[in-house]
């Protein structure tokens, strides 16, 4: 009892004691008193940030920070905060020639461009910058000092190619004239000169950079389509000229990147114009080539103020010749044959020092013609060198190249006009295919001077076809005969000429007469009432025809007879397609007569005997087809897959093997498989017997005399049986 009365009472002393000591806002209870509660001090970030907090007695307010200003002149937290005064543009406090940069709170006076701060007046004064450094605008030009900037002036023969504060280069306007062979390139030489002597004297260029650029292209773009960049010399002053013109109009181009294309070529050009050295690397594409250079090779040891990077890509249609390249010695041991199989490409730097640059420079070339790099192709890296031999494709200073079916990277430590060679090596003449071509046609020359002898001699065979069959087996022995011992004669080039244009003319007369004997098979077969033609028709295909052609061919292109390696057509100007198409049409319309008549032959069988298509019989009629397809010269089609690049070994055994054996089938078709020649060889084998044995006995002279009379034999066509 009395402890609940202890807790009542203390309870009460606290309530009144609390009532006595009670404290307004911004105050706190110290001892029986109350005391100013300093609000800033308790809270530092109580007004924000860029602000100032001001306690007072049992209150406080908020002013902003210099620079800095708010919406009231005194605030609290829940007014808003302080903003950034900009004092640049409410009143500009520097000095002339100068420039106000605002910053928190503050800003900051920076001189202009060509003017510094004085530290005794407080103020930006000119800089003298003809002054500054020797040589400003070059040992060549003359400085004159502007306010804030200077002025150079070119003596004549250099320029700054319009950029004021650039030092002035020489220009070099005094190219060689042009030779009768070069006046293609009049307008182009004409340009050059112009806008060179323009920029020497100081003119005022009326036209901007990328307008003579345009025209450039435009111009050097007619020199490609016109066909007369062919040799060494016209090749280097059209591309020596390109490279000078364009290194007078590019500085003056404005923007930073810059494309122009026509037809025939693509530029694509980039520039920076700064007081300081550009770094990083430049990545550039054009048509079928891509580039990546760095800036420090475009812009050199003697940074005149700007640097560029050109890159230009010329059409394939630009007839360039195909120097063999001298550093690759597997090349001239196996005598390959050139061709370009990229776009040719100029990069041009304003960097003039670029023999040995100090960074290498990578082109990615795509192929014009695309193909795996083999035994009989290959793939080389090349610019053009002005320096050898008037101009030839070089591979010095190739440091790297890698080559797939597609394209081509090559990497260089020098910079001029570069391209991609196609090498292609001819097939090596292996001992099995010199061995086959010998046994073979040896032998088929044995098997047509014995088909000469047949057809001239039995007389019952006497016929259409057989005069035919004789003049095929003629042409081809001539032909066999001239391949055979003279195919390789090319010490003698005059010689070597008249080999090849032999077997010209004979080959081709060989397939004429392939050709009519297609033709007198088909009138035999379904023209059944039309089956002889007259003998001047047959002298006017079978050896008029090949002598227009030959004739034609010489006169258009007398040195496609005769190569290095043989006596025959020369793979250059297609001038191969003067045999190979007459060739091709032969086969084509051999084939179709070829067709006709087997399909006329067969039904005539099948509806003779039912039972023709027997396996056995079958057998034996394809077999003779196929054998008289080869007589027509259908194995010549194997020529046609050389060309490709699969298969081509295997090809070429089954061209050389089926060809030299054409003799030994004409025989075996014309001769063994026809029944009255096969008679009369066995009368003669007879005959010849039988004047042996006669010899050691005792028959008589009416006996010995009758076994002299001609070979003769029962009525026939004489006509072979397919």
């Given at each position: 009892m009395e402890l609940k009365w202890s807790f009542l009472l203390l309870g009460l002393l606290v309530v009144l004691t609390g009532k006595a000591k009670s404290c307004g806002p911004g105050f706190l209870i110290e001892g029986k008193g109350c005391k100013d509660e300093n609000e800033c001090e308790d809270n530092p970030n109580l007004?924000?940030?860029?602000?100032?907090?001001?306690?007072?007695?049992?209150?406080?307010?908020?002013?902003?920070?210099?620079?800095?200003?708010?919406?009231?002149?005194?605030?609290?937290?829940?007014?808003?905060?302080?903003?950034?005064?900009?004092?640049?543009?409410?009143?500009?406090?520097?000095?002339?020639?100068?420039?106000?940069?605002?910053?928190m709170g503050s800003y900051t006076c920076e001189c202009l461009p060509g003017f510094k701060l004085s530290t005794e007046t407080a103020a930006c004064r000119d800089i003298d910058e003809c002054d500054s450094e020797e040589y400003k605008c070059g040992k060549h030009g003359s400085c004159s000092n502007l306010a804030g900037s200077y002025h150079c002036k070119c003596n004549p023969g250099y320029s700054n190619y319009g950029n004021n504060q650039t030092k002035c280069t020489e220009l070099k306007c005094d190219r060689a004239n042009v030779t009768p062979k070069q006046a293609a390139m009049g307008d182009l030489l004409n340009l050059f000169k112009s806008s060179c002597q323009s920029l020497s004297h100081q003119k005022q260029q009326h036209d901007s950079g990328k307008t003579l650029l345009k025209h450039l292209m435009n111009v050097g773009g007619q020199v490609v389509s016109s066909g007369n960049v062919s040799d060494s010399s016209t090749l280097s002053t059209f591309l020596g000229t390109m490279e000078d013109t364009l290194r007078l109009i590019v500085p003056q181009l404005n923007e930073p990147l810059t494309k122009v294309n026509n037809d025939n070529s693509?530029?694509?050009?980039?520039?920076?114009?700064?007081?300081?050295?550009?770094?990083?690397?430049?990545?550039?594409?054009?048509?079928?080539?891509?580039?990546?250079?760095?800036?420090?090779?475009?812009?050199?040891?003697?940074?005149?103020?700007?640097?560029?990077?050109?890159?230009?890509?010329?059409?394939?249609?630009?007839?360039?010749?195909?120097?063999?390249?001298?550093?690759?010695?597997?090349?001239?041991?196996?005598?390959?044959?050139?061709?370009?199989?990229?776009r040719v490409v100029t990069v041009l730097v304003s960097n003039t020092q670029t023999e040995h640059l100090p960074e290498p420079v990578t082109l990615t070339f795509k192929h014009l013609q695309n193909g795996a790099v083999s035994e009989q192709l290959n793939y080389s890296c090349v610019y053009w060198d002005e320096?050898?031999?008037?101009?030839?494709?070089?591979?010095?200073?190739?440091?790297?190249?890698?080559?797939?079916?597609?394209?081509?990277?090559?990497?260089?430590?020098?910079?001029?006009?570069?391209?991609?060679?196609?090498?292609?090596?001819?097939?090596?003449?292996?001992f099995e295919l010199v061995l086959i071509t010998r046994i073979g046609l040896t032998l088929s020359l044995v098997c047509l001077f014995v088909?000469?002898?047949?057809?001239?001699?039995?007389?019952?065979?006497?016929?259409?076809?057989?005069?035919?069959?004789?003049?095929?087996?003629?042409?081809?022995?001539?032909?066999?005969?001239?391949?055979?011992?003279?195919?390789?004669?090319?010490?003698?080039?005059?010689?070597?000429?008249?080999?090849?244009?032999?077997?010209?003319?004979?080959?081709?007369?060989?397939?004429?007469?392939?050709?009519?004997?297609?033709?007198?098979?088909?009138?035999?077969?379904?023209?059944?009432?039309?089956?002889?033609?007259?003998?001047?028709?047959?002298?006017?295909?079978?050896?008029?025809?090949?002598?227009?052609?030959?004739?034609?061919?010489?006169?258009?292109?007398?040195?496609?007879?005769?190569?290095?390696?043989?006596?025959?057509?020369?793979?250059?100007?297609?001038?191969?397609?003067?045999?190979?198409?007459?060739?091709?049409?032969?086969?084509?319309?051999?084939?179709?007569?070829?067709?006709?008549?087997?399909?006329?032959?067969?039904?005539?069988?099948?509806?003779?005997?039912?039972?023709?298509?027997?396996?056995?019989?079958?057998?034996?009629?394809?077999?003779?087809?196929?054998?008289?397809?080869?007589?027509?010269?259908?194995?010549?089609?194997?020529?046609?897959?050389?060309?490709?690049?699969?298969?081509?070994?295997?090809?070429?055994?089954?061209?050389t093997l089926l060809n030299s054996l054409q003799g030994a089938l004409i025989f075996i078709m014309h001769c063994l498989m026809s029944k009255a020649i096969r008679e009369e060889y066995s009368k003669l084998c007879g005959g010849v017997c039988t004047q042996q044995k006669k010899r050691y006995s005792e028959f008589s002279t009416n006996q010995s005399s009758n076994s002299q009379k001609p070979l003769r034999s029962a009525p026939s066509t004489g006509e072979s049986q397919i």
């Amino acid at each position: 009892m009395e402890l609940k009365w202890s807790f009542l009472l203390l309870g009460l002393l606290v309530v009144l004691t609390g009532k006595a000591k009670s404290c307004g806002p911004g105050f706190l209870i110290e001892g029986k008193g109350c005391k100013d509660e300093n609000e800033c001090e308790d809270n530092p970030n109580l007004c924000g940030d860029h602000s100032i907090c001001h306690n007072t007695n049992g209150s406080y307010y908020c002013t902003c920070q210099p620079g800095f200003q708010s919406t009231k002149p005194n605030f609290t937290a829940t007014d808003p905060h302080c903003k950034d005064i900009n004092e640049c543009t409410d009143n500009n406090p520097c000095p002339k020639n100068s420039t106000c940069k605002n910053s928190m709170g503050s800003y900051t006076c920076e001189c202009l461009p060509g003017f510094k701060l004085s530290t005794e007046t407080a103020a930006c004064r000119d800089i003298d910058e003809c002054d500054s450094e020797e040589y400003k605008c070059g040992k060549h030009g003359s400085c004159s000092n502007l306010a804030g900037s200077y002025h150079c002036k070119c003596n004549p023969g250099y320029s700054n190619y319009g950029n004021n504060q650039t030092k002035c280069t020489e220009l070099k306007c005094d190219r060689a004239n042009v030779t009768p062979k070069q006046a293609a390139m009049g307008d182009l030489l004409n340009l050059f000169k112009s806008s060179c002597q323009s920029l020497s004297h100081q003119k005022q260029q009326h036209d901007s950079g990328k307008t003579l650029l345009k025209h450039l292209m435009n111009v050097g773009g007619q020199v490609v389509s016109s066909g007369n960049v062919s040799d060494s010399s016209t090749l280097s002053t059209f591309l020596g000229t390109m490279e000078d013109t364009l290194r007078l109009i590019v500085p003056q181009l404005n923007e930073p990147l810059t494309k122009v294309n026509n037809d025939n070529s693509e530029a694509c050009m980039a520039v920076k114009k700064d007081l300081t050295r550009p770094k990083g690397s430049m990545i550039m594409n054009a048509e079928g080539v891509h580039l990546n250079i760095s800036w420090k090779t475009a812009a050199g040891e003697e940074y005149p103020g700007f640097a560029y990077v050109a890159l230009v890509s010329y059409n394939k249609s630009l007839n360039y010749p195909t120097t063999p390249v001298l550093e690759d010695p597997k090349a001239e041991s196996r005598n390959a044959s050139y061709q370009l199989n990229s776009r040719v490409v100029t990069v041009l730097v304003s960097n003039t020092q670029t023999e040995h640059l100090p960074e290498p420079v990578t082109l990615t070339f795509k192929h014009l013609q695309n193909g795996a790099v083999s035994e009989q192709l290959n793939y080389s890296c090349v610019y053009w060198d002005e320096t050898r031999d008037g101009g030839a494709w070089s591979q010095k200073g190739c440091m790297t190249a890698e080559f797939n079916s597609t394209h081509a990277v090559c990497t260089w430590s020098h910079l001029s006009s570069f391209a991609v060679l196609m090498a292609l090596y001819p097939v090596k003449d292996t001992f099995e295919l010199v061995l086959i071509t010998r046994i073979g046609l040896t032998l088929s020359l044995v098997c047509l001077f014995v088909c000469i002898l047949t057809f001239c001699l039995c007389r019952s065979i006497k016929g259409t076809r057989t005069t035919i069959h004789l003049h095929l087996c003629l042409s081809l022995f001539i032909a066999d005969f001239i391949f055979l011992f003279f195919i390789s004669s090319t010490t003698n080039k005059v010689g070597c000429a008249v080999v090849a244009g032999l077997l010209h003319f004979f080959f081709l007369s060989a397939f004429c007469w392939m050709l009519l004997e297609g033709v007198q098979l088909y009138r035999m077969v379904v023209l059944v009432f039309h089956t002889t033609l007259r003998s001047l028709y047959l002298y006017a295909v079978g050896y008029g025809v090949p002598l227009a052609i030959v004739i034609i061919s010489a006169i258009a292109y007398p040195s496609g007879y005769g190569t290095e390696r043989h006596c025959w057509l020369s793979l250059e100007e297609d001038f191969i397609w003067s045999f190979f198409a007459p060739v091709c049409i032969v086969i084509i319309l051999n084939s179709f007569f070829f067709v006709i008549t087997v399909w006329k032959l067969a039904a005539k069988f099948s509806s003779l005997n039912p039972d023709y298509c027997r396996l056995k019989k079958l057998r034996g009629f394809v077999v003779t087809a196929v054998a008289q397809l080869c007589v027509l010269g259908g194995m010549w089609v194997f020529g046609c897959f050389l060309f490709q690049e699969q298969g081509t070994v295997v090809m070429l055994y089954l061209f050389t093997l089926l060809n030299s054996l054409q003799g030994a089938l004409i025989f075996i078709m014309h001769c063994l498989m026809s029944k009255a020649i096969r008679e009369e060889y066995s009368k003669l084998c007879g005959g010849v017997c039988t004047q042996q044995k006669k010899r050691y006995s005792e028959f008589s002279t009416n006996q010995s005399s009758n076994s002299q009379k001609p070979l003769r034999s029962a009525p026939s066509t004489g006509e072979s049986q397919i």
